[in-house]
């Protein structure tokens, strides 16, 4: 078994998902290193939607709680710097959060205290109304220089193809992976499009037997399972 990078762990939940579906994820990593080291970004359902609705506000209200779990993190282990595991959309908050540009009113500079973002099933391209907000405000403030100071690892699996001439599950994979990139047709998480989670500058993994979604009795990236496919990326 390879040695595991001790460095801090912050874990960010992804859109509609809350931090209480990343404790076997949490579990996971704690067999690797300590505990106190991990954190889960406390977010809620509500953070995603907003009340009143407000879901184009959704990474601002996200932003602010990574920003606090960082800080905490920044004092608990000065110095030392921190890991973002970010599943699915919040992959993308992620990168909006350490650009340190203005995004709708907001900006933070605490992006020196982040040397790796790991991506989970993150669609860094997107035709999603609200995602792309997200995808479009980082391609255009993305540089090849930032990859300089954060190493960025987008993971992705591509466990289903989707088709409309298969099963119930090709057939439903079909859908999202289409309304995420325009085609049906292609290798995905069963949600997320393997090609849309390939980012230029970053270092795109694509892995096998995992899927997106966080529900019961499914091997998804925060199980046991998952974890061995991306936590040598630590």
């Known amino acids: ?42 977010v809620s359902v509500l953070d995603w939607i907003g009340f009143p609705p407000s879901p ?12 606090r779990t960082i800080a905490a993190m920044q004092k608990r282990f000065p110095g030392e710097k921190i890991t973002i595991v970010a599943h699915s959309g919040g992959g993308t908050v992620a ?27 993150t669609p860094f391209h997107t035709k999603e109304q609200y995602a ?16 300089d100071r954060c190493r960025v690892v987008s993971v992705v699996s591509g466990q289903y193809t989707g088709s409309l001439d298969e099963g119930i599950i090709e057939r439903m994979c079909y859908m999202f992976y289409k309304n995420v990139c325009g085609r049906g047709d292609v290798a995905g998480d069963g949600i997320v499009p393997v090609k849309s989670c390939f980012l230029k500058g970053a270092e795109n993994v694509t892995i096998s037997g995992i899927e997106h979604l966080p529900t019961p009795h499914t091997r998804w990236y925060g199980t046991k399972e998952g974890v061995e496919k991306w936590i040598r990326f630590l």
Do not use: C
């Not at 990343?22 to 954190?39: C, D, H, Q």
């Not at 909006?96 to 973002?117: C, I, M, N, P, T």
């Not at 792309?132 to 990859?147: A, G, M, N, V």
């Open 1 to 42: 078994m390879a040695e595991t990078a001790q460095n801090p762990v912050v874990i960010l939940p992804g859109v509609l998902f809350w931090d209480g579906l990343y404790t076997e994820m949490r579990r996971e990593l704690a067999s690797r290193l300590p505990e106190r080291k991990i954190a889960v970004v406390p």
């Open 56 to 67: 184009e506000q959704s990474t601002n209200r996200v932003m602010a709680a990574l920003d």
């Open 95 to 121: 990168l909006v959060y350490l650009l340190e540009q203005e995004f709708q009113g907001d900006v933070y500079h605490r992006s020196s205290a982040v040397g790796k973002v790991i991506a989970l099933g």
């Open 132 to 147: 792309r907000i997200k995808t479009e405000f980082i391609s255009k403030h993305l540089k090849p220089s930032f990859f």
